[in-house]
């Protein structure tokens, strides 16, 4: 029977997250996450088995934390379309103050083209954010916020595609003002007020 593990397992992967997530994969070493989470090299194999899964369960927790934030779009407490502006003013004033970026969109550049486990965990990111933006759209529709002639779901998508463009240009374009600037021009083309 093997030892009982001497570290929690949630804290370490928090842990390695946050180290993936400021490095990347590839230029995070072993040496680099037996540093961050205390817990020594063997261990690390015996209870993740190697980095690329230890990776894997790193970007599935991030993913799911990103998740739930945009999760909260589909029930909008007040009125659609100003929580859909809220939401992204706030990535756009928050998405270049680390320099760091979404996780999710860093393994979509560095490993998507190569490592299908990391490109199905995109996906499916891709694919929450495309839902909750629908569903926030049938709800400004529905309050009469938007024009009811918007199709739902390619205006969904360019949501996705305005939310990643922000995470990504984020990262050098430090102006908050100058990314809020292009959400506000981007909301009022794609989703007009009813005539």
């Known amino acids: 029977m093997g030892r009982p593990k001497e570290f ?5 992967l928090e ?5 993936f ?10 040496q680099d996450l ?4 205390g817990v ?4 690390l194999y015996d209870t993740y088995g190697d980095k690329h899964a230890l990776y894997l369960a790193a970007l599935r927790r991030y993913a799911s934390q990103a998740s739930r934030q945009v999760e909260k779009l589909t029930q909008p407490a007040g009125s659609p379309l100003g929580v859909l502006r809220d939401f992204m003013l706030a990535t756009a004033k928050d998405a270049g103050c680390d ?16 490592d299908t486990a990391v490109g199905a965990v995109v996906r499916e990111s891709v694919d929450e954010a ?3 933006f629908a569903a926030l759209i049938e709800h400004a529709r529905a309050a009469g916020e938007v024009d009811r002639r918007v199709e739902v779901k390619p205006v969904a998508r360019a949501l996705v595609t305005l939310l990643w463009g922000l995470r990504t240009i984020g990262r050098t374009q430090r102006d908050p003002s100058w990314l ?3 959400v506000k021009h981007a909301i009022s083309g794609l989703l007009p007020s009813p005539t």
Not at 15 to 19: D, G, N
Not at 21 to 30: C, D, H, L, P, R
Not at 40 to 43: A, E
Not at 99 to 114: F, N, P, R, T, W
């Open 180 to 182: 809020q600037g292009v």
């Open 21 to 30: 997530w400021a490095k990347g994969y590839e230029a995070t070493s072993i």
């Open 34 to 37: 037996v540093e961050a989470t």
């Open 130 to 132: 495309e839902r909750a």
């Open 15 to 19: 842990r390695a997250l946050a180290v």
């Open 40 to 43: 020594q090299r063997q261990s």
């Open 8 to 12: 929690d397992c949630e804290v370490v």
């Open 99 to 114: 320099g760091i970026g979404c996780m999710v969109i860093s393994a979509a550049v560095e490993l998507v083209a190569s």
